[in-house]
């Protein structure tokens, strides 16, 4: 749905934004600008709503959710007030709630086409009323008003006195509106990147943001609780109390104290702040519509030459041959593809959170390192999904299993070379942080033996159950009507996986049972075998059944 397009869709006229936006914008009256754009943005949403029952059910859901936990708050907050650290919870919250809006449009800027001012570059608009129009056109949604809520909670708790109230009055809509130019400007200075490939790989990448502020929210809320309760955030507060656009929560609690001056310049700061913001805003607004896209003015450089080769630099220390051929695709799917670089650097990440995060809270044990090897195989299921219909050109390389074989095997090793040392620099850290080096070479074994293992099952899983990743939505990876065979694919590879590492891990538990941890180095060399013995085999399995089921394979790999 185009920007310009909305309003005639929604009212079934003439656009209105061309008319009367321009001849407001030529004459500099703001005030003509915001009844347009406010309109356009009710025709934006009003029109998302129409397309279908589905997206209207999950807008309503996430507002009503969004309702509830704003009123869960407000209730907390009032709930506190008189408490000595009301005013620390209170700016933190505020405080993390401006950080959500400064990070949210590079991550979800595709959810409001508003964010992309490079729609509004043919009319006739200024910058300074188009600023105003588009800040109060920003003042509609769910997101002001969970925001307005929570700042109005936040005063409520602090408010006590007559200046205070003053000062409350002032700070509630102060703190809204540095939200929105703050979100607004960021989005602005990075319109070109939001609207370009790699903007579409933050989206793609923007579930992984929110898996690691959940562990980090719920690693802090611990740590809260063992430092003695709220006390502990005061010397944090005392530093963010100063900080738009909670200082303009600050100021309420410091009008409760009867520190005017303090209030005041508190104040300020929020001001000065969105004075700020509506500045850069408006800066980055008329280098927008006025300078040219970067892509097209490189692309017209005289004497522009391409640097580099395809096998040049690091792809020269691939092997030669399919193998390297091979192993260089897979390894610019992980750079190049939002869907594969996304997987990757969700493993990635979560490999290494799980394991650290149990050894910072000091019960975990050094063997959760083997989580990271686990996360980092699952990438070896589906592999031929990555490929979608691309994948007849794969096809018509291979016409023997050895073919067969030598695409499995290169794919494979194109995994081993990033697993095998992160592999290693995951157990490093996690016995560093439990100062037990001594399990090391077994854990680092077992994680060898489990990331071979899954080699293996992968391989056959990838043969035997192909299904193909859509490479529209961010948060799609299966095509519909073959989400069985994903489960069936990635679950049933493995359960497989752990029973082919059964041998290792009975090893690994006979060692420390029977008090024999002085041979855990064994494990070292022992996994490594077993882990290439393993993978071998399958492989060695999968690669004449890839070379007989070449057309089902593109065909269940074609259907997104």
Known sequence: MSLLDAPARGTGGTK?????????????????LIPVFTRLKLALLRNGLR???????VYVVSVAAALLVAAGQVLGLVLLRGNAHAEAVGVLLVAVMALGWAVMPLFFSAGDETLDPTRLVMLPLRPRPLVTALLVSSLIGPGPLFTLCLAAGAVAA??????AVVCAVLAVPLTLLVCVALARAVAAANTRLLTS????DL??????????????????????GQAGGLSALEPAADVVRWLPPASAVGAVGSAADGAYGRAAAQLLLAAAALVALLWLWQRTLTRLMTAPDGSTTAAAEPGREKSGRTGGGLWALLPEGRTGTVMQRSLRYVARDPKTKAAWVTALAVGLIVPLVNAVQGQGSVYFACFASGMLGIQMYNQFGQDTSAFWMVAQTVSSERDAYGELRARALALLLITLPYTVLVSVVTAALLADWAALPGVVGLSFALLGAMLATGAVASVHFPYSVPQEGAFKNVAPGQAGIAWISILGGMVAAAVLSAPVIALTITLHVTGGTDWLWVLLPVGAAYGALIAWGGLRLAAPRMARRLPEILWAVSKG
Do not use: H, M, T
Not at 16 to 24: H, S, V
Not at 51 to 57: F, V
Not at 207 to 220: D, E, H, P, S
């Open 203 to 224: 989206a793609v990448l923007s579930g992984l943001l929110i898996a690691v502020g959940i562990q980090v929210v719920n690693f802090g809320i611990q740590r809260l």
């Open 158 to 163: 602090l408010a006590g006195g007559a200046g």
């Open 197 to 200: 490939r790699k903007g579409r």
């Open 16 to 32: 209105p934004a061309g008319g009367a936006g321009g001849a407001a914008g030529g004459a500099g009256g703001a005030a003509a």
């Open 51 to 57: 397309q279908s029952a589905g997206r209207r059910a």
